[in-house]
């Protein structure tokens, strides 16, 4: 790790990532004051679970704001792992989708996806085009500022051995979590079947990312073959993300009640209810793989940099007595 300034490429992406944020938080300022600014049916605003989720999606993007600045900074290479890693796991979560499938519908549908419903199409082309500049800036800030503060992890190979006490543990979760996210990849991809074309989308990425997480996870801590590390990994984050985040909003949405929950059935909160669940137990899995093999490392290199500087002293005297001794 190193407290070097950012490079060019890792602040032009925060910078994105923020100027993305600004439109919609400052969006939601109007409509929490009850200015209802792009809509057209002001009484949907006023329902107090809209007025919930307004508040609660506006913390969500205000906290992005911390990484996004972090990574501006040196001193975001000395802030807790946790701190960085929980906020971008679960945002990329819900912004990897979004990135993807919003640019494919309006290539598919024109115009005509922004508009219906009470909301007017200049808000949803806000709203969405600012997800995906968000998404995309933190995404690309995150893996330049990863790449910098833990370098071994796109480095080393997946057959890296090192000590691991929770190892059989890991294969536990691993083997009991693979079937229940296949099933659940396997449901979203059956929702694709006669959807409307922006849930389709969504679905077919949230359902194809499950079940190639439960794969990952499995490769990850079997620890065989030869490639490199950060491929399994990174299937393995966004598919937990996507399961955890995406659950816990539709639970947050059927909690809520209202005119935001219209519409859901039983196998939709059942599906979201063992997608959160289990996006949960993956995560945790390979955070307690991420932290050991981190740890392994890092032991590694302190040794090598506490005995260095010793055998470096040693040489040095042994070379001055020796010439001493020729004299």
Known sequence: MTDARPGIGRVTAAIVAVA????????????????????????????PA???????????????????????????????????????WVGSGLLSVVVVSAPVVLAASGLEALSGGPIEPWVYAMVYGGFVGQGVGLLAAFVLYARDRWPAVFTTRLSLAFPSPSAP????????????????????????IGADPYLAVQDLLRGALAIAAAFALVELVRRRGDGPFWRPLALLWLGSAVLFSWGLYAMVLSAAGGPVSAGEGGL?????????????VMGMCGAFLLTERSAARSGVHDVEALQQPLEGDD?????????QGHR
């Open 20 to 47: 993305a944020m600004l439109p919609y938080l400052t969006l939601k300022l109007f409509w929490l004051a009850g200015h209802y600014v792009g809509v057209g049916d002001p009484a949907l605003m006023g329902d």
């Open 50 to 88: 809209m007025i919930g989720l307004n508040a609660m999606t506006f913390g969500m993007n205000a906290v992005g704001l911390l990484p996004a600045l972090a990574f501006t900074m040196r001193w975001g290479m000395r802030l807790p792992a946790w701190l960085v890693l929980l906020p971008l």
């Open 169 to 192: 543990l890991q294969r536990v979760i691993a083997w009991g979590a693979f079937p229940v996210a296949v099933a659940l990849g396997v449901i979203m991809l059956v929702g694709v």
């Open 268 to 280: 939709e909160r059942f599906v979201a209810l063992f997608g959160m669940l289990t996006g949960l």
């Open 315 to 323: 040489r040095e005297r042994d070379r001055r007595t020796a010439d």
